[in-house]
């Protein structure tokens, strides 16, 4: 029986986890591998990736572990051109990189706004900037932008202005991608 994701290529941003056992990131990067795929598993830790690397099992063969800084646009610019390098193409993008800080407008810092526009929504960015002309080129691709519900659903218990914010803009920019 043919694997539903056989002769693919995927690059998974985030593919470590921030902490033990299984996030989005490794888990993705790890099932797409058992289902055939070529997996390109990016994180800014490499000692992250390695710990995806020993929960993958034997779909360790089909995962290449790579370093970025997905922040970064030459960083992001040699990812996309390191996993055309090593794989000639790229079929899948999951831009999963994200994270959470706690406050509203009146006590989240900026620099933990900033913070946190640039890994939930820059990173995103970045990666379609270099992703989408290979598979423009190549007339083929998918590309998955994870967001939340936090995105739609505030709760003041929780507030987390700048998550929020991000995810909402993935949404966004997730529709505006798509049309262009």
Request: proline residues 3%.
């Amino acid at each position: 029986m043919k694997a539903r994701f056989e002769n693919k290529v995927a690059i998974v941003t985030g593919a470590g986890c921030v902490g033990a056992g299984w996030g989005n990131g490794r888990a993705i990067a790890v099932r797409l591998a058992e289902e055939g795929s070529k997996v390109f598993a990016v994180d800014r830790d490499p000692e992250r990736l390695e710990e995806t690397l020993l929960l993958a099992g034997d779909a360790r063969s089909s995962i290449t572990p790579y370093a970025c800084d997905v922040t970064s646009s030459d960083s992001v610019a040699a990812m996309a051109a390191a996993c055309v390098k090593a794989y000639g193409a790229i079929d899948i993008l999951v831009n999963n990189v994200g994270g959470s800080a706690p406050g509203n407008a009146a006590t989240m810092s900026e620099e933990v706004w900033d913070t946190q526009i640039s890994h939930n929504l820059k990173t995103a960015f970045l990666a379609c900037k270099y992703v989408l002309p290979i598979m423009e080129k190549q007339g083929r691709g998918a590309i998955v932008n994870l967001a939340s519900v936090a995105g739609l659903r505030m709760t003041p218990d929780r507030a987390h202005v700048a998550y929020s914010t991000t995810k909402l803009g993935i949404l966004a920019f997730s529709k505006s991608t798509a049309i262009s």
